[in-house]
């Protein structure tokens, strides 16, 4: 694992990957299988985790487990600790926090619920699930801890309160823990994509006018598709970053330059 020569050699490596049965969670969980790493992915259905994972274990050919959890739940996420401390024997290389909601409204017509429920899952989870990994990843000898934020924590839209909110936060969070485990070989770092194409942007893909807008945005003037995280990912979850901590890779098309 600490062959410079060889950055995305996995094998040994394991890794927890919530949000992991669809979209950017689902492609980052498919590439670090397909570099030799044992995942466990994460979704609140028990059923879709499972399916996702049998679908991965066929494909490379090794083991990947499919866990439910959700993470807005206190008691589910330390559940999915308990899980995941039996299932790799204590020890946890690489986390991803992949799961996100967004509600897209004015401020005058978001319900205190709504904004909370954003929150509560996009940052309170993050939170959550950070705490519950850390003995892991400190075991493990070196750890990775990846927040999947956005460009929406530094850019933003009209509509977009709950949602910019809560990844502005989620940046910080990354920043701090990176201060407060350096010095125990886990290096947190976050990834801001900006927009690809899966659930999370249907409103905005189904509205050929609101794509077309959206894309003005973008001098690569389209929406990525969910492969084109994986290298981010890679490179943040391998030993070849031992000292990239606290940071922020930004793949988004050019629009953070515009
Ligand atoms: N697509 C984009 O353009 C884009 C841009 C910037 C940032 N992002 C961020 O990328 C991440 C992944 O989103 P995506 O685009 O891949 O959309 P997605 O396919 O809708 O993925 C969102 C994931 O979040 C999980 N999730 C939602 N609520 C959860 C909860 N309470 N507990 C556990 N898991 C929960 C879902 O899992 P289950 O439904 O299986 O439970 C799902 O796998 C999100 O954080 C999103 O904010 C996406």
């Given at each position: 694992m600490n062959d410079q020569h060889a950055p995305f050699d996995f094998a040994g490596a394991t890794a927890v990957v919530v949000g992991g049965a669809t979209g950017l969670g689902l492609a980052m969980a498919e590439g670090l299988a397909e570099h030799g790493a044992t995942v466990c992915l994460v979704s609140r259905s028990e059923e879709r985790a499972r399916a996702a994972a049998a679908t991965i274990a066929e494909r490379f050919g090794r083991p990947c487990h499919g866990c439910a959890a959700d993470v807005a739940d206190e008691s589910a996420v330390n559940r999915l600790r308990d899980r995941v401390t039996e299932l790799f024997d204590s020890r946890v290389n690489i986390a991803i926090d992949s799961a996100g909601i967004n509600v897209r409204n004015p401020i005058d017509q978001i319900s205190l619920a709504e904004f909370e429920a954003v929150q509560r899952v996009n940052i309170t989870g993050a939170f959550l699930f950070?705490?519950?990994?850390?003995?892991?990843?400190?075991?493990?000898?070196?750890?990775?801890?990846?927040?999947?934020?956005?460009?929406?924590?530094s850019r933003s839209f009209p509509f977009r309160t709950s949602y910019a909110t809560s990844k502005g936060a989620m940046l910080q969070l990354t920043r701090t823990l990176a201060i407060e485990w350096a010095a125990e070989k886990i290096t947190v770092n976050a990834i801001s994509p900006g927009?690809?194409?899966?659930?999370?942007?249907?409103?905005?893909?189904?509205?050929?006018?609101?794509?077309?807008?959206?894309?003005?945005?973008?001098?690569?003037?389209?929406f990525a598709e969910p492969h084109e995280i994986v290298t981010a990912c890679l490179f943040l979850s391998s030993p070849a970053s031992s000292y990239v901590t606290g940071a922020e890779i930004v793949v988004d098309g050019g629009w953070m330059v515009t």
């Open positions: 950070a705490r519950a990994m850390h003995p892991l990843l400190r075991a493990a000898g070196w750890g990775r801890l990846i927040n999947v934020a956005s460009i929406f924590a927009p690809f194409i899966t659930d999370l942007t249907r409103p905005v893909l189904d509205n050929p006018e609101a794509y077309r807008q959206f894309c003005t945005n973008i001098p690569m003037a389209r």
